[in-house]
């Protein structure tokens, strides 16, 4: 079975552009959840997602960030205007089951904003 | 929300027992503590997660005395391939994924 993947592994922006960011999760896992570490600093909780709904969306930073997750499946993590403090790694988990249980991690977006 | 406090970094041999003990002073009952492993390049992954007592897998074992104000992650006979940063979780199973703090985990490098 496939585990959570992300795409681009690696993107590098200059500030002012548009990214967006994708994850795929474990098939058949409602429950998707968008994480980043900045510069060096812990693992932050962006938002989580069940099915297609917004669940919480506490951690987004600011609305510069747009997360979809159109039909339940694959999720897009937007972030325009990009920032210089948008730097980090992005990671998208997924899991089954209602709340917090065992959450399964992609690789990661690496992002470098110039 | 239940703070944790884990040691920066630990350095073992291989073949050696490694422990590694998180604080959770502030664990609420309900809570269940939940260890996860990264590698470089890669995301966390789960370990292990118990309530409390003893919990014993493929991989770990974990140790929850009885007031859970810490816990112990055992790896048995650590090889190359044990070198990640460990980071321990306390968290209400069901709770908002908001809750949920990573922390600055443990860095374990272990060494020929």
């Known amino acids: 079975e496939a585990g959570v993947t992300q795409f681009p592994s690696h993107s590098v922006i200059e500030k002012g552009q548009t990214v967006t960011l994708r994850c795929d999760p474990i098939?058949?896992?409602?429950?998707l959840y968008w994480y980043r570490r900045v510069m060096g600093k812990e693992i932050k909780f962006l938002l989580h997602?069940?099915?297609?709904?917004?669940?919480?969306e506490s951690g987004m930073p600011n609305n510069r960030f747009l997360a979809e997750r159109t039909g339940g499946t694959y999720s897009t993590l937007k972030v325009q205007p990009a920032e210089l403090e948008d730097s980090g790694v992005y990671f998208c988990?997924?899991?089954?089951?209602?709340?917090?249980?065992?959450?399964?991690f992609g690789p990661g977006t690496r992002l470098t904003v110039l | 929300l239940a703070k944790t406090t884990q040691p920066i970094s630990m350095d073992s041999y291989e073949g050696q027992e490694v422990n590694i003990t998180c604080s959770h002073n502030n664990i609420a009952t309900n809570d269940y503590i939940t260890w996860y492993q990264q590698f470089p390049s890669q995301g966390p992954r789960f370990i292990i997660q118990g309530y409390k007592t003893k919990v014993t897998n493929e991989v770990a074992s974990l140790f929850i005395p009885a007031d859970r104000k810490s816990s112990t992650l055992s790896l048995p006979r650590v090889s190359l391939s044990d070198t990640a940063v460990y980071y321990c979780?306390?968290?209400?199973?069901?709770?908002?994924?908001?809750?949920?703090?990573f922390g600055s985990g443990t860095r374990l490098s272990i060494r020929p």
């Open positions: 979780l306390v968290a209400l199973p069901g709770s908002s994924a908001s809750k949920i703090i």
């Open positions: 988990a997924s899991s089954q089951g209602e709340g917090y249980n065992e959450q399964f």
């Open positions: 098939s058949g896992h409602d429950n």
């Open positions: 997602f069940v099915k297609e709904s917004k669940q919480d």
